[in-house]
């Protein structure tokens, strides 16, 4: 009985501290501004962008994703209020994704993934 359970944990700790093969390890993405909005302190997945303004679309970049080092959130300010959002992963490594911003409402931010 005790060769059972301690099998049965060696198996469970492998595929709860295994990192799944799945992870997606290399985006290519892009920020799309559909809004009138000017946004300041523009960040995506911890890399700070700048500024973003109005209708401006920031070209693709690649990025080596680390879930632990790295948020899949957008952060930005605009008229001194913080927004975050977090994005929508694509399933695939170096599938190319455009994360479109396409309004504020009741101090929400509404990102897109196309």
């Known amino acids: 009985m005790k060769y059972i359970v301690l099998s049965f944990c060696l198996f469970l700790g492998a595929c709860v501290f295994s990192k799944p093969s799945s992870d997606i390890l290399k985006i290519k993405y892009r920020i799309v501004n559909n ?5 300041t302190n ?11 303004k109005a209708y401006d679309t920031i070209s693709y970049s690649a990025i080596n994703y680390d879930s632990l080092k790295q948020d899949p959130l957008f952060y930005g300010i ?6 975050a959002r977090y994005l929508v992963l694509p399933k695939t490594n170096n599938e190319r ?3 479109s911003i396409d309004s504020l409402a009741n101090k929400i931010i509404y990102i897109s993934t196309k």
Request: hydrophobic share 45%.
């Open 78 to 83: 605009y008229n001194e209020v913080n927004y």
């Open 97 to 99: 994704v455009t994360f």
């Open 35 to 39: 809004t009138a909005l000017h946004f």
């Open 42 to 52: 523009v960040s995506i997945f911890s890399k700070n962008i700048g500024t973003l």
